[in-house]
């Protein structure tokens, strides 16, 4: 066998990226094929029905079940307001023991219950809008449902990454591989930027990026128990990029203080000063989703491939070891044998040769490497 395909991630300088943006439940379309789109702009928009909520007007005016509809003044579907008197009774003389109910929710009137006196009030629709991300034109239309994105520019994903989706200006503070992001490095004037640094991100600086509003941190990785600290929990094996967060960190290597790619740095440096959208939603389990940096470029005439989510292993594709114990080291593959080999769990798995970034040689299982796409 002298190939095979196997997860890879991308670090591109031009590659077209598209990407799904859809409701999770059927709303309105905003945007049509061709459109061009900001980040921030909404592309459909969905209403989720409000909370059902009631008042229990019988108890309240303190009469029976069947009595309570007919003191109630408004109809059904109507509107109504927090607040607003829904209901009264006179009282003796128009005075003693009279009863006023004011609706304790604004929304709209649902039903009005003569078996429980119960009147239902449905409250406001929540809007659900989903933004285009990233800034492209609109490739397709999901009628109902969303839309597809497609922009053209530099591509980098992660290993994992932690925090949702936003944009900023890339500013690059390493001077090194090696360089591990500290305090001192974040300024005031980083408030809004990705900044990128080389092997690693420091606790301090995570809650400094933090405080003065820097929207995301890229580095070669960070020590487990750093980001348990900041998070305050760990992180499971759940999907990631829900954490609520005012930034989002995205290592391109692994945990621990990694040195970053030298061409993924060389990259990242070369997109300095532009705007990039960045998310760090991570799945390692299947459907794999991987943290990314998208940074859109001038259009040009060049053909260039679609960003996909897996490669062609051959002699000399560039790889990264994702288990231990070579993880987070990068290699190419120099063999692909195509028998099976038994491993340390006594499992039969095909494996490949590889030569790690020092030189030595090593034998890993195939699933345990993702190729470095570009």
């Known amino acids: 066998m002298a190939n095979a395909y196997t997860p890879g991630l991308t670090v591109s300088g031009d590659i077209i990226v598209r990407r799904i943006r859809r409701l999770p439940i059927k709303g ?6 061709g459109d061009r789109v900001e980040p921030d702009q909404v592309v459909a928009r ?39 008197v829904v209901a009264e009774t006179k009282g003796f003389l128009g005075r003693f023991g009279k009863h006023t109910v004011a609706s304790e929710y604004g929304g709209t009137v649902e039903s009005v219950s003569e078996i429980t006196g119960n009147v239902l009030i449905r409250e406001s ?6 933004t285009a991300y990233i800034q492209g034109a609109v490739a397709a239309v999901l009628p109902e449902e969303g839309a597809v994105i497609e922009t053209r520019g530099g591509m980098v994903q992660g290993i994992f990454g932690v925090g949702g989706e936003r944009h900023g200006i890339i500013k690059v503070i390493a001077d090194s591989p090696d360089h591990i992001i500290q305090a001192d490095d974040v300024k005031k004037e980083d408030a809004g930027k990705i900044l990128v640094g080389g092997a690693g991100i420091s606790f301090e600086s995570i809650q400094k990026a933090a405080e003065v509003g820097v929207i995301g941190l ?20 759940a999907i990631t990029g829900t954490e609520q967060i005012p930034l989002t960190l995205m290592v391109t290597e692994g945990f621990g203080f990694l040195r970053m790619a030298a061409r993924t740095l060389a990259l990242l ?12 939603a991570t799945q390692i389990r299947a459907g794999v989703i991987r943290p990314e940096i998208i940074v859109p470029l001038e259009a040009t005439t060049a053909e260039v491939p679609v960003a996909a989510s897996g490669g062609e292993l051959m002699i000399g594709t560039p790889i990264r070891v994702i288990r231990e114990p070579y993880f987070g080291r990068l290699a190419s593959v120099t063999e692909l ?4 080999m038994v491993v340390d769990s006594g499992t039969e798995v095909r494996v490949l040769k590889a030569k790690l970034e020092d030189g030595e040689e090593v034998v890993v299982p195939r699933a345990n490497v993702e190729i470095i796409a570009s």
């Not at 044998?337 to 099976?340: E, K, S």
Request: charged fraction near 20%.
């Open 28 to 33: 309105e379309v905003l945007v049509s094929v």
């Open 46 to 84: 969905a209403m989720l029905p409000g909370a059902l909520q009631t008042i229990k007007l019988a108890e309240k005016l303190g009469v029976d079940a069947k009595d309570a509809p007919p003191f109630f003044q408004l109809a059904v579907g109507s509107p109504i307001e927090k607040g607003q």
């Open 125 to 130: 629709s929540v809007p659900v809008d989903v």
């Open 218 to 237: 890229v580095a070669g990785g960070v020590k487990d128990g750093d980001l348990t600290k900041y998070l305050g929990y760990d992180i499971g094996v």
């Open 269 to 280: 440096k070369k997109l300095e000063g532009k705007q990039a959208s960045i998310n760090g």
């Open 337 to 340: 044998p195509p028998q099976l």
